[in-house]
């Protein structure tokens, strides 16, 4: 099962670009992979998904090295309103047991 | 003119009563969802259902019950609802049955608690 492993938690500061991590070793080769952030009293939002290389968007980068077992979210030039928690989700060969992962927490300071 | 809309948004309620969260999309999504967040963040889906074709994640317990009348709702039964239940119940909708490559859309949570 495509399982999620990422850091509990992040400080950065405002202007920095950050960088958040994703292990997924038993990814499957038609999985994509895709992250999102959720807000305090909110449901999740998609940022970005990609399936290799690199992707980016007005928001983010995500960067998946060829052999995928791995991914990382890049956000560039932080600022407090990026604080929120940020999802990794693999699909899973089995549609209803994906996994959002637990999750990290990035706070960013002034 | 919300995407993905839940009522109620807060719900507190006694051990051993029966209560109903309900659920709308106006995205013209076919698929919709059920996740349930702890008190330690975990996301975990719960059910999928899929022009009316529902999928059971067997790890909820069948007090839990959803329920579609159409495609653009689908709704959270829970009977004799226990002390364990207290979480954050979201529902999403998607355009199709994929988690690999579709995105999910979030409504805003209803935070149930059980006394």
């Known amino acids: 099962l495509a399982k999620t492993t990422q850091p509990i938690s992040m400080d950065s500061y405002e202007g920095q670009e950050v960088n958040i991590t994703c292990s997924h070793n038993?990814?499957?080769?038609?999985?994509?992979i895709t992250w999102y952030q959720q807000f305090p009293s909110q449901g999740p939002r998609f940022i970005i998904q990609?399936?290799?290389t690199k992707v980016t968007n007005e928001v983010a980068s995500l960067f998946i090295p060829a052999d995928r077992k791995s991914s990382t979210l890049s956000l560039p030039r932080v600022s407090l309103s990026d604080t929120a928690v940020y999802y990794c989700?693999?699909?899973?060969?089995?549609?209803?047991?994906?996994?959002f992962g637990s999750g990290t927490k990035l706070n960013v300071k002034p | 003119d919300t995407a993905v809309s839940q009522t109620p948004k807060y719900l507190v309620t006694q051990m051993g009563n029966d209560k109903s969260i309900k659920c709308e999309q106006n995205?013209?999504?076919?698929?919709m969802y059920w996740y349930k967040q702890d008190s330690k963040k975990f996301l975990k889906i719960m059910f999928s259902?899929?022009?009316?074709?529902?999928?059971i994640n067997e790890t909820v317990p069948n007090r839990f019950s959803p329920k579609s009348p159409d495609k653009a709702h689908l709704n959270l039964h829970i009977n004799s609802l226990e002390l364990g239940d207290s979480a954050v119940y979201f529902c999403?909708?998607?355009?199709?049955?994929?988690?690999?490559?579709?995105?999910?859309?979030f409504g805003p949570g209803t935070r149930l608690t059980v006394l």
């Open positions: 999403a909708s998607s355009q199709v049955f994929s988690s690999r490559t579709d995105t999910q859309y």
């Open positions: 038993n990814i499957a080769t038609n999985d994509y």
């Open positions: 990609g399936y290799k």
């Open positions: 989700l693999v699909g899973d060969i089995d549609f209803n047991k994906f996994y």
């Open positions: 995205l013209g999504h076919d698929t």
């Open positions: 259902y899929n022009n009316k074709e529902l999928i």
